[in-house]
């Protein structure tokens, strides 16, 4: 079956199946103008499945989205407004532990490729993340995405054309180290501190920072003992349960 | 878990003085209904506990008499969050006012969630760093209540929402037990904390909060302009915000709030000011409420028509002016007439060299603009917290007024501008400015005052009824143009019945269930529990 999507190019969002592999989902924005605001390597992985590695990216990366609950056939739209105060965020809600619900459907933050350009980052690892917060700022950067590798920085910063600093290189996207693992963890909310990028790239995490919309996430070289794995969504009611025990226990 | 306390040890009331203090929050509807007689239901008792034991414990007695719980921060919110029976026990957080700790190195800040919102911004500022958040409400609002409502503050575009900012929460849920998230919480995930974001007192009683601070930037820069018709305002503002320039203030106010404020002549060879300060903490010391001044939008319309009565006689001034409202068409129809245009408020903060960096980019993203120089922005900055203090004017002339915030995507910002202020124009004068600004939408914010007969009769054509009638309109309205029902002030009991036919909550339902089996958590607030 042909995959739907749905380009809304004021808002710069797109609409398509959380299920989707992201790649798919690229290709096809590419041959709009536009791209998902990841760096390559785009996960092979669905949204839904980024979405469960990288709860803390969820509502920069998706605006709204139509979510199941298990055993209600009512699918449920979450609201379609950039930002609300409406009560808990039902789009968090989706990816909590265990996940109250799951992502069918989303309409996604898109970035125009005609707006936004591509700065490939390769230098030592010292000092990297007053570096690459001042390098975000001053190129009116959109997405960070940055790894160690040994002693050097590997990164780089997607941002907008209009910027008036030069590059210093090319774009180079192809060169961007892979992604080492599928191992996510959540990292602050709000705006990326230095702090946080220089330690993670200092244990070998690969950052993706949005500042825009407050949110970053670090992706682990290897599976951490005790860290969350994907659950299956299970009946509200006792996913509910499950999550008040959860916040009892943590306290 | 029984509580260790005895609630004989925790300070309460149940005197009239007291009861009658935390009735009710500023809810317009509460003040029309004081203003034409008609008794507020006072709570059983108001508690004032000091820590989370003697919350737990509340809660423990609470729930063994079967009886609502109401938290209580500074009373500040606008949408009936707080509304007891005469067998409730308010919980008011106030004395829960203590910076735990404020970490330089991580960037964060332990607080409870009674500290009101200037003095936590004082402390930090002391410090070297701002939380960013500065809603207009900052002298008379808690951490908690930002955190129950979704708050959003004069900043956002920069520095985020109130759910942007909160990276912990501790509590006490509806079984009297400790509850914690985290974003970088194993067992929960990072969506537990965005559940208990926006509760709104029905999930649990908030206790503290872990919130991510930032260094003051140095320098800020700020500009007024004018553009030359709403359409480009908005344009300009959605390039602005999609340029990736990241700017710290983006304010489009509609000409009509235009008109009514201090006029500036245009200065299109001033050269840029980067001053030395950030916008953040700017005005936290000088702009605190004034007795004389102009806070409320309505107060120039008020001011104005009063030097038109030649013939005044003493309150004379002030029964045309509840007459003028209670024909909002005619007075809109004369409002119209004005010749303004909108005007905008930018503002940039960070390094020099960053702002210089910036400033290119900011320019090139308005469309059909007049510079209007560094003045009207720094009058703003001066004066952006006076707002939450003069309401009273207006309702001791016989009228009303109250604001409704909303968000949309771009393409519906101006339908929705226009439909909502078509919508009103027999019941209510209507204005707005849009802030608030994201790459994909912003929020709307109206601002809207009518009249009608006053006293306790009722009927279809007193201030009760016709307010009643502007809200059920405006909410149409929303709910018509797929825009959220709030942005920042929350649902409470104002848009309670249109919020719970809303499918999202189903979830927050469930979670109550979870965390407040007994329903005794301010129930009936965002449509859960209660009547």
Avoid at chain 2, 62 to 76: D, E, F, L, T
Avoid at chain 2, 405 to 418: F, H, I, S
Avoid at chain 2, 422 to 449: K, N, P, Q, W
Wanted: charge should be positive; include cysteine; glycine fraction near 8%.
């Amino acid at each position: 079956m042909t995959p739907t999507f749905v380009l809304d190019r004021v808002n710069r969002l797109a609409r398509f199946d959380a299920d989707l592999p992201l790649c798919i989902a690229q290709r096809w924005l590419s041959s709009q103008g536009f791209s998902l605001p990841l760096l390559r390597p785009i996960p092979g992985a669905s949204l839904h499945q980024l979405c469960q590695r990288a709860p803390s990216l969820v509502e920069a990366l998706v605006r709204d989205a139509v979510l199941h609950i298990h055993g209600d056939s009512t699918p449920l739209q979450t609201l379609s407004s950039p930002r609300a105060a409406m009560g808990p965020s039902a789009l968090a809600a989706a990816f909590c532990h265990p996940p109250l619900a799951r992502m069918k459907m989303a309409n996604v933050r898109v970035l125009p490729l005609a707006d936004v350009t591509s700065d490939v980052m390769d230098r030592p690892r010292a000092g990297a993340g007053a570096w690459l917060l001042e390098q975000f700022h001053q190129r009116h950067g959109f997405v960070l995405d940055v790894v160690a590798v040994g002693d050097r920085l590997h990164g780089a910063l997607m941002r907008a054309r209009t910027a008036t600093t030069d590059l210093a290189q090319p774009s180079r996207l192809s060169s961007l180290p892979a992604a080492r693992s599928s191992t996510f963890h959540t990292a602050s909310a709000l705006l990326p501190r230095a702090a946080d990028i220089q330690q993670a790239l200092d244990r070998g995490e690969r950052v993706i920072a949005w500042p825009q919309w407050w949110r970053m996430t670090k992706t682990q070289p290897r599976p951490v003992r005790g860290a969350w794995s994907p659950h299956p969504t299970i009946p509200l009611d006792a996913a509910c349960e499950q999550l008040a025990q959860a916040m009892r226990r943590s306290s | 878990m029984p509580a260790a306390l005895s609630v004989s040890e925790i300070l309460a009331s149940s005197d009239g003085v007291d009861t009658r203090a935390v009735a009710t929050d500023l809810w317009p509807r509460r003040l029309i209904e004081r203003r034409d007689g008609i008794a507020a239901t006072l709570p059983q008792q108001v508690w004032w506990p000091q820590s989370q034991a003697e919350v737990q414990a509340i809660v423990h007695a609470a729930r063994a008499q079967r009886r609502p719980i109401v938290p209580y921060g500074a009373g500040s919110g606008v949408c009936g969050g707080i509304s007891p029976t005469t067998q409730t026990w308010v919980i008011d957080l106030k004395r829960m006012d203590r910076i735990i700790r404020i970490d330089p190195a991580a960037h964060e800040v332990v607080v409870e969630a009674g500290m009101v919102g200037d003095r936590l911004e004082r402390r930090l500022n002391e410090a070297g760093f701002t939380l960013g958040h500065f809603p207009s409400s900052i002298y008379s609002s808690t951490v908690g209540g930002w955190f129950a409502t979704r708050s959003a503050g004069q900043l956002s575009s920069r520095y985020g929402k109130i759910e942007d900012m909160v990276i912990g929460v501790w509590g006490v849920d509806g079984r009297g037990e400790r509850i914690e998230a985290h974003v970088d919480d194993l067992p929960t995930g990072p969506g537990a904390v965005q559940m208990l974001c926006g509760s709104e007192g029905a999930l649990a009683i908030v206790t503290q909060l872990r919130l991510r601070i930032e260094p003051m930037p140095s320098h800020r820069w700020l500009r007024g302009f004018t553009a030359s018709s709403l359409q480009d305002g908005l344009t300009s503002m959605q390039r602005l915000l999609q340029s990736g320039a990241a700017p710290s203030v983006v304010r489009l106010y509609d000409p009509l709030d235009a008109a009514l404020s201090s006029s500036h002549p245009p200065q299109p060879n001033e050269p840029d000011h980067i001053t030395g300060g950030a916008i953040a903490c700017a005005g936290i010391e000088d702009s605190g409420p004034h007795p004389d001044d102009e806070t409320n939008p309505f107060e120039p319309l008020l001011q104005r028509l009063e030097k038109l009565m030649i013939f005044s006689r003493p309150h004379a001034s002030r029964t045309i002016v509840g007459e003028a409202l209670a024909r909002p068409a005619l007075l809109s129809g004369l409002l119209d007439r004005l010749d303004a245009k909108p005007r905008f408020i930018i503002g940039l903060e960070g390094s020099a060299d960053d702002i210089h960096q910036r400033l290119p980019v900011v320019r090139r993203s308005l469309v059909g603009a007049t510079d209007l120089g560094a003045a009207p922005g720094e009058r703003w900055l001066s004066h952006r917290h006076r707002v939450s203090y003069r309401m009273s004017k207006v309702f001791a002339a016989g009228g009303w007024v109250d604001t409704c915030e909303t968000a949309c995507g771009w393409a519906e910002v101006l339908p929705l501008y226009r439909a909502m202020r078509e919508a009103l124009r027999d019941l209510a004068v209507v204005m707005c400015h849009f802030s608030h600004a994201y790459i994909d939408g912003c929020s709307l914010y109206f601002t809207f005052a009518g009249g009608g007969t006053t006293g306790s009769e009722g009927g279809p054509r007193s201030s009760l009824s016709r307010y009643d009638l502007a809200w059920e309109r405006a909410l149409l309205v929303l709910r018509k143009h797929g825009a959220a029902l709030s942005h920042h002030h929350g649902i409470g009991r104002l848009k309670a019945h249109v919020a719970r036919s809303d499918g999202t909550m189903t979830v927050l339902a469930a979670m109550k269930r979870a965390l407040d089996p007994d329903g005794i958590l301010n129930p009936g607030v965002l449509g859960v529990g209660g009547p």
